[in-house]
């Protein structure tokens, strides 16, 4: 620890309140001291750099990322952190094109998306496991909902971060493996941002910018505004336009030398075209091509989120940071879907259901977090301690009828909308409240720890107009997380550790029942090094998982959910980012899953989980040309490999594997503009990206090119 003489110097005051922003917002920060910082000197010069989990010294365009708070709320070295945490930053999202999370996690290993929800939104499995829920800047989602309400739009996002393994004593409910944390954008001091223009394949049209500057004139108070619009075809046959708007504004306020506020609002409204995909024929094989779609032109899911957060961070002494942070989302979704159903005796006449169904929602989270730093008896403590509220409350409404079936070899569109009956109508209430300490302890240069306790309580209750009683659950859950971290020099670090998660469950059954909380467990061990000291990191991770009281759709009914028992996955995964030679930058990761059923009543015990590959992988890289008359020509290439995968806890089908290739070019004109293109898939693989259901089979997209130019300032 640093002597109080050091600390009280204006200079870590103010630093050490912007780490302590930058810990709340899940992104790292780093300071340049002046020299002498000791000595009270008027021509002592401040140099703050927050670069969003990257160091100062770092130019923004490295891939490597060596410090973070997604694991621990506090700003922590990931060689310190007793478990895995993946981090896809800007410069890789950039050089990508990343245009959804999706494109983004596919560069950490054991990650699948598992699906759109008829194109509402993605959702992913992490180490064999669902993780529907986000946390955006460190606070979870609406847990009301099982899955987001609309797709993330990428124009402000600073960087995408995989916690791998139970988060539950630190987040709360989340799921055993792992959690997805998206981190926005910050307002910076000097006036930057960019405007981007893409067009490609498919009819994609997007604009995006960003723009930041200080709001007055001491550059106390700063801000963000960025936005962007979107439209699309896609590749299927008669599939209505897809639409997408963002906008978004964010203020960073310097109250005084001690406090700051921050202030987030977003704004999400998106057309898309409903879409459960493919279906499966009777010899359990998938004959339909990519393009071909089973909807109508009408059917189509209307959504309109909005979120607004407000964040105070006060430095009260040397050693004590105070946070508190405020958020409310509020959204509401409407889709006119038709699902697919199931085939007839001749194979190829589709039976088809109409939805109309209205999800309205809000969610209200706070928090308030204490950070003291200090030492005793010579060890250094980092402790963290804190209490949070949440209310989360969704009205879902959702009327039927069948409409007209469709030859899926020889489609006529132009099925009408019929008359509705009731299906179902419930309000959905749950209550959190949390309470958590967790303790980072370094014994040494060489030995580390990290415990963690949370208590959460929740209540539900669901509200319904049938005859049948309503459900409603109550119920507590301590989770825990212990690990050690043994580092024999400072390129190397060994760590194992244990840790459980506890998730309440939203659904319902066909009879009008609550789930049970899911409840999972991990033990990990694994080695992070440097394969070239502070360009190159390498993390190697074992694990196994084990979950209970797992909720699946109802095969019968996916409105409803069921339990299945208890599931394990045991896997080994290896990540690797930065740099391997001045503009050389790689990123890739492989992983191998054995996912499984252990005990269930209704599927077979040893049957696979659904849509989890054995092995999958990817590796992308760049080079940038540094000097000469090609300086500035940067390109890059990649691949992404996925093994076969089961369609459903049945096993009844699967899917084969698939790998992608990739590739960019991109030519900086002038210090401001860059033209970039990109190609996806250049090979143009068929393959089905996301299997769901025997109804429902995500293909992905063939061979694609995007264009983009960038201005910058």
């Known amino acids: ?161 995989v916690i791998k393994g139970p988060a539950s004593a630190l987040y709360g409910r989340s799921q055993p493996g792992g959690l997805i944390n998206i981190v926005t954008l910050r307002p910076t001091q000097e006036l930057s941002g960019n405007m981007a223009l893409k067009g490609g394949s498919f009819g994609f049209q997007r604009a995006e910018g960003t723009i930041s500057n200080s709001l007055n004139d001491d550059g106390s108070l700063r801000g963000r505004f960025s936005g962007a619009v979107q439209t699309e075809e896609g590749f299927r046959d008669h599939r209505s336009r897809s639409n997408r708007q963002y906008g978004s504004i964010a203020l960073d306020w310097d109250v005084n030398l001690d406090t700051q506020a921050q202030f987030d609002f977003n704004q999400t409204h998106q057309d898309m075209p409903y879409d459960r995909g493919l279906v499966v024929s009777a010899d359990n094989h998938i004959h339909l091509p990519r393009e071909r779609y089973l909807g109508e032109d009408w059917s189509s899911i209307d959504a309109r989120k909005t979120s607004t957060s407000l964040g105070i961070i006060h430095h009260a002494t040397d050693q004590l940071t105070l946070r508190t942070y405020l958020r409310y989302d509020n959204a509401y979704v409407h889709d006119t879907g038709i699902d697919n159903r199931s085939l007839q005796s001749d194979g190829r006449t589709l039976s088809r259901r109409y939805s109309n169904r209205v999800e309205d929602s809000e969610n209200f989270d706070a928090q308030i977090e204490a950070q003291w730093d200090f030492t005793t008896q010579g060890i250094d403590h980092v402790l963290l301690t804190g209490l949070e509220y949440g209310y989360a409350r969704m009205n879902f409404t959702s009327y039927r009828a069948n409409i007209a079936s469709i030859d899926i070899f020889d489609p006529v569109y132009g099925a009408e909308k019929t008359e509705t009956t009731l299906n179902s109508d419930f309000l959905d209430k749950i209550r959190m409240t949390s309470v958590f300490l967790q303790d980072q302890i370094t014994l040494s240069e060489q030995w580390k720890l990290l415990a963690g306790l949370r208590y959460d309580y929740v209540k539900q209750n669901q509200y319904s107009d049938v005859d049948d009683p309503s459900p409603s659950m109550s119920d507590g859950e301590l989770t825990k997380r212990a690990g050690v971290v043994y580092q024999p020099n400072p390129t190397i670090a060994f760590y194992v550790s244990y840790a459980e998660s506890f998730s309440p469950q939203s659904g319902q059954t066909r009879d009008n029942q609550a789930l049970d909380p899911e409840k999972g467990r991990q033990v990990e061990t694994g080695v992070k090094f440097d394969a070239i000291p502070d360009a190159l990191t390498v993390t190697t991770s074992l694990f196994e998982i084990t979950k209970t009281n797992v909720s699946a759709s109802d095969p019968v009914d996916d409105d409803y959910s069921v339990t299945t028992g208890e599931q394990r996955v045991r896997g080994i995964e290896m990540d690797f980012i930065g740099t391997i030679l001045p503009g050389w930058q790689v990123i890739g990761n492989t992983a191998w899953l054995d996912a499984e059923i252990t005990k269930d009543n209704d599927y077979e015990v040893g049957n696979k989980l659904a849509a989890i590959p054995e092995w999958s992988g990817s590796l992308w890289t760049t080079y940038q040309v540094q000097s000469g008359r090609l300086a500035g020509l940067k390109f890059g290439s990649g691949v992404q490999a996925v093994s076969a995968r089961e369609g459903d806890l049945d096993n009844s089908y699967s899917v084969s594997g698939y790998y992608t290739w990739d590739a960019m070019i991109s030519w900086k004109f002038n210090k401001n503009t860059t033209f970039s293109l990109n190609g996806r898939n250049l090979t143009d693989q068929d393959y089905i990206q996301t299997p769901v259901s025997r109804s429902e089979n995500h293909p992905g997209s063939p061979r694609s090119i995007l264009a983009t130019v960038n201005i910058g300032f």
């Open 1 to 161: 620890m640093p002597n109080t003489t050091a600390t009280s110097h204006p200079f870590f005051r103010k630093s050490r309140l912007k780490q302590a922003i930058c810990a709340t917002l899940g992104v790292s920060f780093s300071t340049v001291a002046p020299i002498g910082f000791a000595e009270e000197s008027s021509s002592s010069v401040e140099t703050i750099v927050v670069t969003g989990s990257e160091y100062a010294d770092k130019p923004l365009s490295d891939y490597l990322i060596k410090r973070s708070s997604s694991g621990t709320k506090t700003d922590t070295a990931l060689v310190d952190l007793p478990q895995a945490v993946q981090i896809i930053p800007k410069s890789v999202l950039e050089d990508q094109k990343a245009n959804s999370i999706t494109d983004a996690v596919k560069n950490a290993s054991g990650v699948q998306q598992t699906g759109t929800s008829a194109n509402r939104a993605e959702t992913f499995a992490v180490r064999g496991f669902s993780a529907p829920a986000y946390a955006i800047n460190g606070v979870m989602l609406n847990p009301a909902g099982d899955r987001p309400e609309a797709f993330t739009d990428m124009v402000d996002v600073e960087s995408v971060q």
